[in-house]
């Protein structure tokens, strides 16, 4: 906007930079420029102020895709006036020179041009394409329409106006439409979140049920050890039960034995001793030696029975009462030397056997 200043009759304008002025005198133009400052006679003077710098408008209309659904477009067009001589010739541009204000409204008519060039064009496409189409390529289409709009129309050239961009913020269907439309992908984002939540709970479960297999896999195989080390301790307890009574029963049968042998023997003494004190012969060497062939002889029947008996006793059986009998003779051992390297072994575990039985007594 110009400012002037009154100096009695004369009249002083100053406008800026931004702003095109032409002044007429006598209905020929006499002065014209950017930023013009200048005397002038109000009573004969006319003036014009046009704005030469980029001018931005909003565009936004309403209209019907093919399918008969409403959407709203809004935007933005920046212009600027490229000739503003050409311009003021076609639109009333003059100020008040008192005041420096426009005397009409030149820009909104500009506005309602620009806006009418780009609706046509615009309300023509999306009623070409349905509602889909519309939101997806609204945009990027309707600036491109609208640019080729203002390129044909020859009327923006006339005037000496330009274009300088279009752009297209927004492609809005009814409130209703848009909760409609809305509702499929709001609906499959929960379908897959509550997937995701499924398959989640589902990995748990599944994790577990693994961990309760393994623990019940773990309990049956310790209760299968367990049970197999019950068994074999029972075997065992048995074992050694059946050793423990063998070895007793040998050992009594074997005292019993030797018991009766040496009753045997000394009555065959006896027997021989009176016979010959009867038919006063003496026979003190020959009886003597006659009863000690018989004690041998039961001796050795004796031994042959009681090897019979331990026939079929287990070698540890025998180790353990040889042991036993060689524990009962002899209290320390120290050192063994064996002519045979082959026995050595067998007397190490006879060794053995008598300590670990002497252990037990």
């Known amino acids: 906007m110009a400012q002037i200043r009154r100096l009695g009759p004369v009249h002083h304008l100053r406008s800026d930079a931004s702003m095109f002025v032409l002044r007429y005198r006598r209905g020929r133009l006499t002065r014209s420029g950017r930023g013009q400052a200048f005397f002038f006679l109000p009573h004969s003077a006319s003036i014009a102020e046009v704005p030469v710098d980029d001018r931005e408008m909003s565009l936004s209309f309403r209209s019907r895709t093919s399918d008969y659904q409403e959407i709203t477009a809004q935007g933005v067009i920046t212009f600027r006036v490229k000739d503003p001589r050409r311009l003021a010739d076609r639109v009333d541009f003059t100020i008040d020179l008192k005041n420096g204000v426009l005397l009409r409204q030149p820009l909104e008519k500009l506005a309602l041009l620009f806006s009418q060039v780009a609706e046509q064009r615009a309300r023509a496409w999306v009623a070409s394409v349905p509602l889909r189409r519309a939101l997806a390529e609204g945009p990027a289409t309707l600036r491109h329409e609208i640019q080729l709009a203002y390129r044909e129309e020859r009327a923006l050239e006339d005037l000496g106006l330009e274009v300088v961009s279009v752009r297209i913020s927004s492609v809005r269907p009814a409130a209703e439409t848009e909760r409609a439309l ?133 070698a540890n059986v025998l180790l353990a009462l040889a042991a036993q009998a060689l524990a009962g003779k002899l209290e320390k051992i120290e050192h063994l030397t064996l002519g045979e390297p082959a026995l050595a072994p067998a007397l190490t575990r006879l060794l053995e056997a008598g300590t670990s039985h002497l252990g037990k007594e």
Not at 209 to 226: F, H, K, P, S, Y
Not at 289 to 305: C, D, I, M, Q
């Open 182 to 314: 809305e509702a499929p992908a709001r609906e499959q984002i929960q379908q897959q979140a509550d997937e995701a939540t499924f398959a989640r709970r589902a990995n748990a479960v599944e994790k577990e049920r693994a961990i309760q297999e393994n623990e019940l896999q773990t309990q049956v195989e310790l209760a299968r050890r367990q049970e197999e080390l019950i068994a074999q301790k029972g075997l065992n307890t048995q074992r050694e039960a059946t050793e423990e009574a063998t070895a007793a029963r040998i050992t009594s049968e074997g005292k019993a034995e030797r018991g009766r042998i040496e009753s045997l023997a000394a009555t065959e003494a006896l027997r021989l001793r009176a016979d010959a004190e009867a038919h006063g012969v003496t026979v003190r060497g020959d009886a003597e030696a006659s009863a000690l062939r018989a004690a041998e002889e039961v001796r050795t029947a004796a031994e042959k029975a009681r090897m019979e008996a331990v026939r079929d006793v287990p």
